[in-house]
């Protein structure tokens, strides 16, 4: 019974000690885990949060270059024809997507969504306008037939797509931090 005694009172101790020290490893541990987490989750945001945004930013920019308000005067010059000008148009809109179009990778499937219906509603809108102009008329006439139809749709064919993507813009980006 004694020796009972004197080995619990060495295994009771050792334990204590022992739990104790596993205790403050597993404390220490986790403080490692949450650093090295701390650490990518920096990293991350030091590498790949510029990228997300810049890539926003490149698509309101070619979304403000594809509006026909941007468009048309830019290019309205470079034409002798309407059919020229048409043609003229959308290769710029072309040309303007495929130069943008590995942004996708850094948007989301909503966003992107949005961009390729407002490149869709503004080339349909040229030719739509095309289609109600002589092939050999001046370039100024297409350009107001597009700012007609555009006056009868009550809004530029990008705008719910610059809308959509200055929105994710504000809630991915620009909202402040909770504080607690």
Same mark, same amino acid.
């Given at each position: 019974?004694?020796?009972?005694?004197?080995?619990?009172?060495?295994?009771?101790?050792?334990?204590? +000690?022992?739990?104790?020290?596993?205790?403050? +490893? /597993?404390?220490?541990?986790?403080?490692?885990?949450?650093?090295?987490?701390?650490?990518?989750?920096?990293?991350?945001?030091?590498?790949?949060?510029?990228?997300?945004? *810049?890539?926003?930013?490149?698509?309101?920019?070619?979304?403000?270059?594809?509006?026909?308000?941007?468009?048309?005067?830019?290019?309205?010059?470079?034409?002798?024809?309407?059919?020229?000008? *048409?043609?003229?148009?959308?290769?710029?809109?072309?040309?303007?997507?495929?130069?943008?179009?590995?942004?996708?990778?850094?948007?989301? *499937?909503?966003?992107?969504?949005?961009? *390729?219906?407002?490149?869709?509603?503004?080339?349909?809108?040229?030719?739509?306008?095309?289609?109600?102009?002589?092939?050999?008329?001046?370039?100024?006439?297409?350009? /107001? /037939?597009?700012?007609?139809?555009?006056?009868?749709?009550?809004?530029?064919?990008?705008?719910?797509?610059?809308? +959509?993507? /200055?929105?994710?813009?504000?809630?991915?980006?620009?909202?402040?931090?909770?504080?607690?």
């Amino acid at each position: 019974m004694e020796l009972l005694s004197e080995l619990l009172k060495l295994v009771i101790p050792a334990g204590l +000690v022992l739990y104790g020290m596993y205790l403050t +490893v /597993k404390l220490l541990l986790e403080r490692d885990a949450d650093r090295y987490r701390y650490e990518v989750q920096n990293r991350y945001t030091e590498a790949v949060i510029p990228i997300r945004l *810049q890539a926003y930013e490149r698509m309101v920019l070619f979304l403000e270059r594809i509006s026909p308000n941007n468009l048309l005067p830019r290019l309205g010059n470079s034409a002798t024809t309407a059919l020229e000008f *048409q043609q003229l148009l959308l290769q710029e809109i072309r040309e303007e997507f495929n130069h943008n179009l590995s942004q996708q990778v850094y948007m989301s *499937q909503h966003a992107w969504d949005h961009i *390729q219906l407002a490149l869709n509603e503004v080339m349909s809108l040229v030719n739509q306008a095309a289609a109600n102009v002589a092939a050999d008329a001046a370039p100024i006439e297409l350009s /107001k /037939k597009i700012f007609g139809q555009i006056i009868d749709q009550g809004q530029q064919p990008t705008a719910e797509a610059l809308r +959509v993507v /200055k929105s994710e813009i504000q809630v991915m980006f620009m909202e402040q931090p909770k504080t607690t």
